[in-house]
């Protein structure tokens, strides 16, 4: 029963992954994980507009939070369609940099909920993006993050506190349930594939092994008679290469697979045994 229930969870789960990701066995690792941070990108800015809306939080944040969804959903649209998802990776963490960097003056900067969102940014950078630009563009981030945060401490009055420290509390405290959730769902993801990846190729490994050892047996089974032999003219001895000479019986079963049973053709037979 438990097997059975097992089996229908694990078509359930594969029916939907092939309903996400439109064929799944077809896209290459990194494009996968770009679908899953694309959608976990929609859901949680969907969950941060509805939670915002319960809590009254700023309508800037609101905004954000549903520019953020519209963003992400037509991104997954277009990798969907176009499979051209590299192209959109740069462009994307830009543009929720800038996104949470705007939350961030309207949340109480470093006490509200942004900080936790900027892990996010920066798992998703460094999974997806090319390593020509990840370093010039963690490096740009860390220091806009130093700049704001200098800004909210030299000019604190930039910086628009929560109406209560409930809302506060609230926000602080789903925001880091959903980022932690988020960033150990990415981090488990990875690890997931890189250990069925890795399993498959010690699969693959080991079949060659075996294939080599059984190609390298087989080679060693087989024997095969090359080049000139040089026959006696009369007896019909081989010399070999050490410069003796074998009867062709003796040479021939050395120096292959082959067998002799003896006999005696009609010629020899009427010539030896005349009588018969």
């Excluded at 439109?22 to 770009?34: A, K, Y």
């Excluded at 939670?51 to 800037?60: A, G, M, Q, R």
């Excluded at 001895?237 to 049973?261: L, M, P, T, V």
Aim: hydrophobic residues 45%; contains cysteine; positive net charge.
């Amino acid at each position: 029963m438990r097997s059975i229930f097992k089996n229908h969870h694990i078509h359930k789960t594969n029916r939907l992954i092939s309903i996400l990701w439109r064929d799944p066995g077809s896209l290459s690792l990194e494009h996968r994980i770009f679908n899953t941070i694309i959608l976990m990108t929609a859901a949680v800015s969907l969950i941060t507009l509805i939670y915002n809306l319960f809590l009254d939080i700023p309508p800037v944040q609101t905004v954000i939070s549903l520019i953020c969804v519209v963003i992400a959903i037509t991104a997954y649209y277009y990798s969907i369609k176009t499979r051209q998802w590299r192209k959109l990776t740069l462009g994307l963490n830009i543009v929720f940099f800038i996104a949470l960097g705007i939350a961030w003056f309207y949340t109480a900067g470093t006490f509200g909920s942004v900080p936790y969102y900027l892990f996010i940014l920066f798992t998703a950078a460094i999974l997806l993006l090319q390593a020509k630009v990840r370093g010039v563009f963690l490096s740009v981030i860390l220091t806009a993050i130093a700049l704001m945060m200098f800004t909210e401490r030299l000019w604190p009055e930039l910086i628009r506190p929560y109406d209560s420290e409930s809302q506060r509390y609230y926000d602080v405290f789903i925001s880091l349930i959903l980022c932690l959730g988020i960033n150990g769902g990415i981090v488990f993801m990875v690890f997931s594939h890189y250990l069925k990846e890795r399993n498959h190729k010690d699969v693959l490994l080991a079949q060659s092994i075996r294939d080599r050892e059984a190609i390298e047996k087989a080679m060693d089974e087989i024997k095969i008679l090359r080049g000139y032999l040089p026959i006696c003219c009369n007896c019909k001895k081989i010399r070999d290469d050490s410069g003796y000479w074998n009867q062709i019986e003796s040479y021939i079963s050395e120096h292959s697979e082959a067998e002799f049973s003896h006999g005696i053709c009609p010629e020899c037979r009427h010539q030896l045994y005349p009588q018969l």
